[in-house]
T-cell receptor, first 113, second 113 residues
Framework: GDSVTQMEGPVTLSEEAFLTINCTYTATGYPSLFWYVQYPGEGLQLLLKATKADDKGSNKGFEATYRKETTSFHLEKGSVQVSDSAVYFCALHLQGGSEKLVFGKGTKLTVNP | GAGVSQSPSNKVTEKGKDVELRCDPISGHTALYWYRQSLGQGLEFLIYFQGNSAPDKSGLPSDRFSAERTGGSVSTLTIQRTQQEDSAVYLC???????????FGPGTRLTVL
């Protein structure tokens, strides 16, 4: 079945460090891909998305590129801030199939000053 | 405008009791989703509504779980004869229609003693 695998962490970085959170997927069709973020005490928020191969999603300095050849959607940020501390979830939505989102297990990021 | 709201925010119950969790989607959103977030399993899809119909119930873990949606708006997730393994955060999301971005509520934290 469809699935998402992401590095589970936790990840601890110093402010201004470079961030990569790996995400790979398995899908029978052509999914849309998402990164959601959950800040402490808050609900899930959409961070960025890409709907087809080679699309790049970006928001708040975060980027991820839909790589069909490697079935990946890695999240990157060039310089993290303390305020980026959160749990990040990679997810897929299979177009034309079930309307559910399939999530990875989440990666907890802590950024220290 | 108002986002997705859920009630109660916290629910503590005894094993064997029934519980009802409520979700108020964003006004005008025709699609509604229930997910469960637990430590061991991550984020799992439970059920999807389009209007008042549930085309995909594949994620409901047992026949103790049921959900309904009335008037194309409010949804209730009912868990009968709760078990300790039902302890989790239950998340509701809505979208303008199926295939569009899902907006998540803050969740209901259920603890079964």
């Amino acid at each position: 079945g469809d699935s998402v695998t992401q590095m589970e962490g936790p990840v601890t970085l110093s402010e201004e460090a470079f961030l990569t959170i790996n995400c790979t997927y398995t899908a029978t069709g052509y999914p849309s891909l998402f990164w959601y973020v959950q800040y402490p005490g808050e609900g899930l928020q959409l961070l960025l998305k890409a709907t087809k191969a080679d699309d790049k999603g970006s928001n708040k300095g975060f980027e991820a590129t839909y790589r069909k050849e490697t079935t990946s959607f890695h999240l990157e940020k060039g310089s993290v801030q303390v305020s980026d501390s959160a749990v990040y979830f990679c997810a897929l939505h299979l177009q034309g199939g079930s309307e559910k989102l399939v999530f990875g297990k989440g990666t907890k990021l802590t950024v220290n000053p | 405008g108002a986002g997705v709201s859920q009630s109660p925010s916290n629910k503590v119950t005894e094993k064997g009791k029934d519980v009802e969790l409520r979700c108020d989607p964003i006004s005008g959103h025709t699609a509604l989703y229930w997910y469960r977030q637990s430590l061991g399993q991550g984020l799992e899809f439970l059920i999807y509504f389009q209007g008042n119909s549930a085309p995909d119930k594949s994620g409901l873990p047992s026949d103790r779980f049921s959900a309904e949606r009335t008037g194309g708006s409010v949804s209730t997730l009912t868990i009968q004869r709760t078990q300790q393994e039902d302890s989790a955060v239950y998340l509701c999301a809505s979208s303008q229609t199926s295939g569009y971005e899902q907006f998540f509520g803050p969740g209901t934290r259920l603890t079964v003693l």
